[in-house]
């Protein structure tokens, strides 16, 4: 008899980084159980437009408060544990960790362990200006022993202006590609070996196949993370 696999719970924010995130967890899942099964999944968002407005005024608690609601939602209807593929929010987790209802499968330490087994040291970080200028990820980097590379001021503005202008809207255009893979070379120039894709829209456009330098796909690695901890 088939045992149930444990129930995932998304916490959403943008639509693209979540439908992604549920996407590849749908599509993978029969890799490891056969057929077209999938464990069970729910999803949880607030407005996107709640959450931008609370970043931009760096209300760092009520971003909290829009993720423990949305944990709570989950865990009332069954969900076992929670991922949230939002890379940014995740700079208002300790705010509620105590608060948890369920256990929560941080995106940063998927990332970084994943990082260390591929045998990479150094990482050039890309996301939002919130998220790159943020500890989200050298904290988790540094335990594993990694080291980082931020991009400069210039860049950090431009990327975020792509991520929340353009990617998290669905544009996804030729002039974001070419400056994604120049910034990716210039982390590369920087010593980088590996680059992480920080924000959970940015693998829509850059990927191994156009990147100057190997990428760590954060929505798609916190998606397969999934996928372990459910049928663990």
């Known amino acids: 008899m ?5 129930h995932i719970g998304i916490v959403g924010c943008s639509a693209e980084g979540a439908a992604l995130c549920y996407r590849t967890i749908c599509l993978e ?3 490891r159980m056969g057929g077209h099964h999938h464990p069970q999944i729910s999803l949880h968002t607030h407005s996107l437009g709640d959450y931008v407005r609370c970043i931009q ?3 760092w608690a009520s971003v909290a408060e829009l993720m423990l609601d949305s944990a709570n939602k989950l865990a ?12 940014t929010i995740h ?3 300790p705010r509620i960790a105590a608060r948890l209802p369920l256990p929560w499968l941080h995106i940063g330490e998927v990332v970084a362990r994943e990082a260390s087994r591929r045998g990479f040291r150094t990482l050039g970080l890309t996301g939002t200006r919130t998220l790159v200028e943020s500890e989200v990820y050298p904290e988790q980097l540094a335990l594993q022993g990694l080291h980082y590379q931020r991009p400069d001021a210039a860049a950090r503005a431009e990327l975020d ?4 202008e353009e990617l998290v809207r669905g544009v996804f255009g030729a002039t974001a590609v070419t400056f994604m893979q120049e910034l990716i ?3 590369q120039a920087a010593g980088c070996d590996a680059v992480v ?10 990927h191994d196949g156009n990147s100057p330098l190997p990428t760590l796909d954060s929505t798609r690695l916190l998606a397969r993370a999934a996928i372990a901890k459910a049928l663990a």
């Open 2 to 6: 088939r045992s149930m696999p444990r």
């Open 29 to 31: 899942s029969p890799l």
């Open 57 to 59: 005024s760096e209300d």
């Open 76 to 87: 009332a209807i069954g969900a076992d544990f929670l991922i949230c593929p939002d890379n």
């Open 91 to 93: 700079q208002a987790l």
């Open 161 to 164: 202006r792509i991520i929340v």
């Open 185 to 187: 070379g210039r982390l």
């Open 197 to 206: 894709l920080g924000c959970t829209e940015i693998p829509l456009i850059i």
